[in-house]
């Protein structure tokens, strides 16, 4: 990336682990497939689906990086490489943030619930169930959370889902004067 008003280039911060809190989560991690990049704000972490949970909870029991808190549960629509499942922590006592992600093929949008790790991932999962269509396995409670429950194909953020056309523009049929009355 050139920074135009220096004509330098930057170093991608990605390639460059070594200003993050990456050794302390890889060994936190020992024996769980983890890859870390290095992102603008948070240190981003990448495991397979099937092992999400249990870096989770590592994350978080670790006494060193005391990951309590689970700020955002969401996902990222990939289209045709599938659909990240990404889980933003920060630690209470650190003040550290990670980000962990999960990768899930599009033919089969599924992984376990992260409840018995963080209870507030409840509606975090039942919205993003909702929003994006990925099934959480284990999951409480797995009602809508704001579209009704007969809207069971229905996933309006992903990148397929159709914008509705504007039914009234924006102002008309409101009561407001005329212009020049």
Known sequence: MTNESTDQTETAPEDDLSSTIWPQVDRALAGITARGEAGRIDLIVHVPRDE???????????ETL???YLRSLTAVDNEDEGMDVVYHLYSTTTRHNVTVKATLPNEDLSLDTATPVWK????????TAEMFGIRFHGHPDPRNLLMPEDMTDVFPLR??????????LQGEGMGYPEEGA
């Open 52 to 62: 999400v949970i249990d870096a989770l909870r590592r994350l978080k029991t670790d």
């Open 66 to 68: 005391s990951f309590d």
């Open 120 to 127: 507030g991932a409840n509606w975090l999962e039942r919205e």
């Open 159 to 168: 990148k397929s889902h159709p914008l509705a056309e504007i039914e009234i």
